[in-house]
C-alpha cells in the first residue's frame, strides 16, 4: 500500500493535493461562482432562496463526466454550500430544492461517487489554501475559501480541522509501511513507527486544544452549524428533501445525512490498522452508513487497511513489552480523539439552547443522539489494547 495510491500524501494526508485558489471554473459556472462568492450577503437579505432561484441550471451532466477531477471537486464545494444555503437560509425549511440546483448538485455528487449535498471534503479536505504557497499547511498560513456567513468563528473552526487532517498525514503515512512491517516481521520498525505516529497524535491534540481560541461556542451554534445539517432524522424537514428535475428520484423526498465530523477518516483508518471494532449500536449503523459519504478514494484506503492488517496479531506474538507499549498507546490516542471529540460536542452543542429550525442540541448534524455513542465507542476503543 502506498498513500499515492488513493490521491494521498504524508504531508497532506486526505486533504486535496491541489488548492482550490488555483482552480479556475469555466465560464458556464460564472453565476454559481458570483453567487458562492457573495453567500454571506445573500443569506443576511433574509430572501436567500429568492436570489439563489434565479440562478441557470448550466447543464453540467456531460461537463461533471469529462471535466479535470479538481474542477469537479471545487464545484462540488460552491453548490454544496448553495444547497444547504438554500434549505437552512430561511426560518422555515423547504420541501424541495429547485431543479437549478438539484440537476447540477446531483451531477457534480454522481461523478464523485458521492451524496449531493455538504459532506465533510467539501466543507474542510477541499475549501482551503495557504496564503503563502512556499509555507506549511500550518494555522498561521491557511484561508478558509468558501464561506456562509463568514467571520473568524466559522473561519477557524474549518481550518482547526484543515490542520488536523494535514498532521493526520503522518499517521496514514506509517499505517501503510506498518501493514508490510507486520508481514516481514520486523519489530524495532514496527515500534519506531508506532511512537513517531504517538508524536503525530500529540501536534494533532495541539491543533485541537486551539479550537476555543477563535470559534466560540454560542457562534458555533447559532451562526456556523444551522448550515451543515443534513435532511435525514431531521425534524424540520420530516422526511427529507425533494430534488426537482431529476429523474432519478422519482419526486420522492431524499434523506441524506449532513455533514460530520465523523465523515473525518483518520480514526476509522486507525480502527482499520489496529483492528479495533465496535458492538453493535444505532451509531456503529450509522458510522457503516456514513462510510458511503466519503470520497472514494478514502472508502478504499479504509477498506484496504482494514483487509490487509495483522498489526495486531503480529504485535501480541512479539514478546516485546516496548513494542506492545508503542501499539497500546495509539490504540490509546485514538480513544483520547474521541474523548476530546466529546468534550467539544458537549460544549459547542450540548449545553446550547436555541430554536433555529433543524438545530437540535442533542442530535448531532449527521442525525443522531451523539453524546451517548461517542461515549461508547470511545470507551470500547480504550478496551481493546493488548494485554
Known amino acids: 500500500m502506498h498513500l499515492s495510491d488513493y490521491g494521498m500524501s504524508r504531508e ?5 493535493h491541489y488548492e482550490i485558489d488555483e482552480v479556475t471554473l469555466p465560464s458556464l459556472f460564472d453565476g454559481v461562482v458570483q453567487a458562492a462568492g457573495t453567500l454571506s450577503g445573500l443569506l443576511t437579505t433574509g430572501r436567500v432562496r429568492h436570489w439563489l432561484g434565479q440562478l441557470a441550471d448550466p447543464g453540467l451532466e456531460q461537463w461533471a463526466r469529462e471535466a479535470a477531477e479538481e474542477e469537479v471537486r471545487t464545484a462540488m464545494v460552491h453548490y454544496s454550500f448553495l444547497v444547504q444555503a438554500y434549505v437552512w437560509g430561511e426560518p422555515a425549511a423547504p420541501e424541495f430544492l429547485p431543479a437549478n440546483l438539484a440537476r447540477p448538485m446531483v451531477a457534480v455528487a454522481d461523478r464523485l461517487g458521492q451524496a449531493p449535498l ?10 482551503w489554501y495557504r496564503a503563502d504557497k512556499s509555507g506549511p499547511i500550518d494555522l498561521s ?4 475559501h468558501q464561506n456562509f456567513l463568514g467571520g473568524e468563528d466559522e473561519n477557524w473552526f474549518v481550518l482547526v480541522h484543515v490542520a488536523i487532517e494535514a498532521e493526520a498525514g503522518v499517521l496514514l503515512d506509517n499505517a501503510t509501511k506498518l501493514v508490510e512491517i507486520a508481514k516481514q516481521g520486523d519489530a524495532a ?5 508506532l511512537v513517531e505516529m504517538d508524536a503525530a497524535w500529540e501536534r494533532i491534540y495541539g491543533h485541537f486544544a486551539r479550537m476555543p481560541e477563535r470559534c466560540d461556542p454560542y457562534m458555533y451554534f447559532h451562526r456556523v452549524r444551522p448550515y451543515i445539517h443534513g435532511w435525514a432524522n431531521n425534524p424540520a424537514l420530516d422526511g427529507g428533501l425533494v430534488y426537482q428535475g431529476v429523474e432519478k428520484f422519482g419526486g420522492q423526498p431524499q434523506a441524506f445525512r449532513g455533514q460530520t465530523g465523523s465523515q473525518s477518516s483518520i480514526v476509522p483508518a486507525m480502527d482499520a490498522l489496529f483492528q479495533v471494532g465496535h458492538s453493535d449500536d444505532p451509531l ?3 458510522l457503516t452508513e456514513l462510510h458511503q459519504y466519503r470520497p472514494v478514494p478514502h472508502r478504499r484506503f479504509i ?3 482494514a483487509a490487509k492488517s495483522t498489526l495486531r496479531d503480529f504485535v501480541a506474538s512479539i514478546n516485546s513489552p516496548s513494542l506492545t507499549a508503542a501499539f497500546n498507546a495509539c490504540v490509546e490516542q485514538a480513544a483520547r480523539f474521541r474523548t476530546r471529540h466529546l468534550e467539544y460536542a458537549a460544549s459547542y452543542i450540548n449545553k446550547q439552547m436555541g430554536s ?3 438545530n437540535d442540541p442533542d442530535v448531532g448534524t ?13 470507551d470500547e476503543n480504550r478496551a481493546q489494547v493488548i494485554a
Open 12 to 16: 497532506r494526508g486526505y486533504l486535496s
Open 118 to 127: 455538504l459532506p465533510y471534503s467539501g466543507y474542510v479536505l477541499d475549501n
Open 141 to 144: 498560513n491557511i484561508i478558509m
Open 189 to 193: 520498525e514496527a515500534e519506531r513507527l
Open 284 to 286: 456503529k449503523h450509522f
Open 303 to 305: 477498506e484496504d487497511l
Open 356 to 358: 433555529i429550525a433543524g
Open 366 to 378: 449527521g442525525g443522531t443522539p451523539f453524546m451517548k455513542y461517542l461515549k461508547k465507542h470511545r
